[in-house]
């Protein structure tokens, strides 16, 4: 079992569409989950940290279930501006502060 | 704001040249980071460092070296490149203690072997 997986998709969804994915981690040690957005030839920037209780920042909520290893965001409202790859991301359980990233899920917000 | 900065954006080598590919961040950062992106196989982990003079394999590290003299600079060190080494270099850094933070990456480095 891969350490992060995702649904590579791609996500075509019209504006104003409400999307979802969703992600599972292998090492049940694993402390700390992160969302990263990557637009085409950049960098991966960090979106949100995905905290125990679940949290929220505008149109973006995302969501950990310990017990599955399933961590999940949703972007409510789509824009255009959305369209990107999301990639989900563990904190590695065994070597303090090194990052497992999942491939990633592309989403296309179109007109 | 963090910076990291790669020192190049493009680089195109020929197949057995030692590579250096620079990193640089302006933030005291204890850890950083060397990751290669390629299409189909993620982010892999590389290298990576906690301190000076520091550095711990990641999941991939055939075919490479590191150097971190400085605090403020990860060197990424291709021995004899190869077409395989053709890829997106990212190289990150980030502060212990600092989890809810994550990385914060460099623009990149495409490197092309020839």
């Known amino acids: 079992r891969k350490e992060v997986e995702q649904d590579p998709g791609p996500f075509n969804v019209p504006e104003g569409a409400t999307v979802a994915f969703n992600c599972t981690y292998s090492?049940?040690?694993?402390?700390?989950f992160f969302w990263y957005r990557q637009d085409c030839r950049k960098e991966p920037k960090l979106l949100m940290s995905?905290?125990?209780s679940g949290n929220e920042d505008g149109r973006f909520t995302a969501q950990l279930n310990r017990a599955s290893q399933y961590i999940s965001l949703l972007i409510r409202d789509s824009k255009l501006s959305d369209s990107a790859t999301y990639l989900c991301?563990?904190?590695?359980?065994?070597?303090?502060?090194?990052?497992?990233f999942g491939k990633g899920t592309s989403l296309l917000v179109t007109p | 704001d963090v910076k990291v900065t790669q020192s190049s954006r493009y680089l195109v080598k020929r197949t057995g040249e030692k590579v250096f590919l620079e990193c640089v961040q302006d933030?005291?950062?204890?850890?950083m980071f060397w990751y290669r992106q390629d299409p189909g196989l993620g982010l892999r982990l590389i290298y990576f460092?906690?301190?000076?003079?520091?550095?711990e394999k990641g999941d991939i590290p055939e075919g490479y070296s590191v150097s971190r003299e400085k605090k403020e600079r990860f060197s990424l060190i291709l021995e004899s490149a190869s077409t395989n080494q053709t890829s997106m270099y990212l190289c990150?850094?980030?502060?212990?203690?600092?989890?809810?933070?994550?990385?914060?990456f460099g623009s990149g480095t495409r490197l092309t072997v020839v």
């Open positions: 090492n049940s040690a694993s402390q700390s």
């Open positions: 991301v563990v904190r590695r359980a065994n070597s303090g502060y090194a990052l497992n």
């Open positions: 460092s906690y301190d000076v003079k520091m550095k």
């Open positions: 995905v905290y125990s």
């Open positions: 990150a850094s980030s502060l212990p203690g600092t989890e809810t933070y994550g990385y914060t």
């Open positions: 933030m005291d950062h204890e850890n």
